[in-house]
């Protein structure tokens, strides 16, 4: 398809895009820099947009507006102010309907030769000592955790204690409760800050590799160069890998029978255990292996309303009581961690076979750098988006609670339909009737407001979003933009109904290899997970890599968005699943019980019928 014919399609305008019947207003939620700005249409109507439904799958509530506002202000940061990537500064973000919605931003062709210096001496500094940098990062990182676990937030006294009388305090707990909250909301910032310090250079060492073996293997598939970095010991795999050892050992103890009858509810299953012989010796291995792994969520902790195995037990009961079952039949669990060890070998050998010694020893060096720094890649997600955002949200649901027992909104949890911001004076609010004796006004305002609130958000999570807005480049080359979102000029056409699109056939990133028929489950969220049968092909808007212990089942997975590295790419490839990320409209085209072909070394999804 020529350049001129891709321009005469287009996606719709953020502007001329109505909102859902009953989400008027929706926009007074959201903060005012964070909205498309009718004083500012010509400028966004001349960016492409696309949706990323990969980390931020759902609607918004106003609260949760929290995590991409970090994320993404984080990760500008360090690609244009840290590190100087070449080609790359931030990704600008906006919400429409509830959605989040990026822009890339390029570095100008003009400036880039100027950054390449900075970046390698600063980039460089990083991969010269990785290890010795990456332990101060999780002694950092842990820190801050630990640090918002102390953090508690309890009822303003009847009087202060007498201790502040005694010892000359001079301030009352009001003080203790806004510094909570301020640290709460800092200590967050401060971890999402150190998400971003290693991330982006983990995709840039891969980008480099890839870039050489396109050159110097003409031809070479982009599924082969991803292979050569597989077979990885992710800490993000170690929830699962602390299940399936669990399960082993129910076995072992010849306590499968309740494991079965328990049906996945870990109080009726731990009652069963109690009185087994040996039970005891299971359940001491249940509740060591709990901290930290079971701060784990089976979402991807972008939402307040995510569920954590720690907070419901009967998440990871059910996934053992599955496990048992294929233990107790004679199936051996675990990933084929050997078999994409020697696959990788084999053909990182086969290519560096037909270079020159210096072609062969740049090659050795890149794909060592690679296979160095790729594990971080996988392993920030435990750390922040499960056991930091799990904690994190813990706290907030405290501080909720609290509020919510003083009058001040109808539900536990309905802090989330404030913005970050309107939580302050709500505390002021509070302290400030409790100083002076009287009641806060709150309690006759958020009520209502949070009801309104409410509608709107329901209304806006009727319609799912739109792909993309406006008219897209004519080539999309910006490197981060293909590869961790799959957004190629390619699918961007298929999205747009290509004249050259196969009918019934769907195309997307070869993510993970091998070819595959069976039935299709669509799963739109991770509270649908436990529908998913035996030997079914997964289809869905994205998957979150907490969905692990589900790949067991499945047969193969299709998703909506994502690169070769994306999460969904590189879990599967992991697990030995085949994959087909980015294909745009899979999980709005196919519905469950259609059968389906995967292809996973071409990137096609065929429906048979």
């Known amino acids: 398809m020529s350049d001129t014919a891709m321009q005469t399609k287009s996606f719709p305008s953020p502007y001329e895009l109505k909102a859902p019947a009953g989400s008027e207003g929706w926009e007074s939620l959201y903060p005012y820099n964070l909205v498309f700005r009718e004083e500012l249409r010509e400028q966004e109507e001349g960016r492409f947009w696309f949706c990323d439904s990969q980390h931020w799958p759902n609607v918004f509530k106003p609260f949760e507006v929290t995590m991409v506002e970090f994320a993404s202000r984080n990760l500008g940061a360090y690609n244009t102010r840290h590190y100087l990537v070449p080609p790359a500064n931030g990704i600008d973000y906006r919400i429409h309907n509830g959605y989040n919605y990026f822009s890339p931003v390029p570095v100008p ?7 390449v210096p900075h970046f390698l001496e600063r980039a460089g500094y990083y991969f010269q000592n990785w290890e010795s940098l990456l332990e101060n990062w999780h002694t950092k990182v842990t820190d801050n955790i630990k640090a918002i676990e102390a953090i508690e937030f309890t009822p303003l006294p009847e009087m202060v204690p007498m201790e502040t009388i005694t010892e000359g305090v001079g301030y009352d707990p009001s003080v203790d409760l806004f510094e909570a909250y301020d640290k709460l909301i800092a200590l967050a910032y401060r971890n999402w800050e150190h998400h971003m310090e290693f991330l982006n250079l983990g995709y840039v060492a891969y980008l480099d ?76 291995a249940w509740e060591a292996a709990q901290h930290p792994w079971f701060n784990y969520t089976s979402g991807n902790g972008f939402y307040g309303d995510d569920k954590y195995w720690r907070d419901d037990l009967d998440i990871p009961m059910g996934y053992i009581r599955d496990y048992v079952v294929r233990v107790a ?99 002021f609010d509070y302290a400030s009737a409790w100083a002076v004796g009287t009641e806060p006004i709150g309690p006759t305002y958020w009520p209502k407001e949070i009801e309104r609130r409410r509608a709107i958000i329901a209304a806006l999570e009727q319609d799912r979003p739109q792909p993309a807005f406006n008219t897209p480049p004519a080539q999309i080359s910006e490197p981060f933009t293909v590869m961790l979102w799959g957004i190629t000029t390619e699918q961007v056409q298929q999205w747009l109904g290509s004249d050259d699109a196969e009918e019934g056939v769907l195309s997307g990133m070869a993510a993970s290899g091998g070819v595959v028929e069976g039935p299709a489950r669509v799963i739109i969220n991770a509270s649908q997970l436990g529908e998913l049968q035996q030997g079914e092909i997964l289809v869905a808007p994205v998957t979150a890599p907490s969905w692990g212990p589900v790949f067991g089942k499945i047969a193969a997975t299709v998703t909506d968005i994502g690169g070769m590295m994306s999460h969904a790419a590189i879990v599967c490839r992991e697990y030995g699943v085949p994959a087909v990320t980015g294909t745009g409209k899979a999980s709005t085209t196919i519905t469950t019980g259609m059968r389906l072909r995967v292809d996973g070394n071409q990137g096609k999804v065929t429906i048979l019928d």
Not at 269 to 278: N, S, V
């Open 109 to 115: 062709p003009e400036q880039i030769a100027a950054r």
């Open 209 to 284: 590799l890839f870039q050489f073996c396109k050159e110097a293997f003409p031809g070479i598939p982009d599924l082969a160069i991803a292979k050569l970095v597989a077979g990885v010991d992710s800490v993000l795999f170690r929830p699962d890998d602390e299940l399936k050892k669990l399960s082993t050992l129910a076995v072992e103890l010849g306590l499968q029978d309740a494991f079965i009858r328990g049906d996945g509810n870990a109080e009726t299953t731990l009652a069963a255990l109690r009185d087994a012989p040996r039970g005891a010796e299971w359940i001491q």
């Open 329 to 427: 039949a004679g199936e051996t669990l675990g990933r084929p961690k050997d078999e994409l060890i020697a696959e990788r070998d084999r053909i990182a050998e086969e290519y560096a076979s037909v270079l020159d010694d210096e072609a062969r020893a740049t090659f050795e060096g890149k794909l060592g750098l690679a296979r160095t720094v790729y594990p971080y890649v996988e392993d920030h997600n435990f750390y922040i988006e499960h056991w930091t955002m799990g904690v994190f949200w813990r706290k907030v649901r405290q501080l909720s609670n609290m509020l919510h027992e003083q009058g001040f909104w109808p539900q536990p949890n309905d802090i989330l339909y404030l913005s970050r911001d309107e939580v302050r004076p709500v505390l």
